[in-house]
Each structure stands twice: as C-alpha cells, then as structure tokens.
C-alpha cells in the first residue's frame, strides 16, 4: 500500500494520487504543497514545518478536511 508522505492517509483511495501519480493525497497537495509542483523536497520541507519525524504523519479526517475546503458542513 502506498501512503500520503504527510497524512499517511492509503493513495489507492485518493482519486487525485491514482491519476497523477503524485506522492501525497489531494488534501495534503492543497494544503501544504499548493500549485507548486511536488518534489521530495516540498515534502520533506512539509513534514518539517509539521514536525514530523520519520514514520510519523499528521492525523487529520480527509474527508472533514475535503468539506472544509469546498465550504461544506458535515
């Protein structure tokens, strides 16, 4: 299984993942990547800025977060 390089969240389930091939989940791109395109580095300077160790990934409910964005109450 491949996981987001932040959340952790499975990119098998993540449609945006599945079709670009990207390393982490759509929530996190719009989040903490943005336009740019994503790189190791954007994402290490990511998980950095997060404070995440190695093997750790930020908890977050996609789907909350994905109602959030698109203005959406859940």
């Known amino acids: 299984m491949?996981?987001?390089?932040?959340c952790g969240n499975d990119l098998g389930n993540d449609?945006?993942?599945?079709?670009t091939g990207e390393k982490c989940c759509a929530?996190?791109?719009?989040?903490?990547?943005?336009g740019l395109p994503t790189s190791d580095e954007r994402i290490a300077?990511?998980?950095?800025?997060?404070?995440?160790?190695?093997?750790?990934?930020?908890q977050q409910d996609n789907g909350a977060e994905a109602a959030r964005i698109l203005g959406h109450r859940r």
């Open 27 to 34: 929530i996190c791109k719009l989040k903490f990547i943005g």
């Open 45 to 58: 300077a990511a998980r950095a800025k997060l404070g995440l160790a190695d093997g750790d990934y930020l």
């Open 15 to 19: 449609l945006f993942a599945s079709v």
């Open 2 to 6: 491949k996981r987001c390089a932040v």
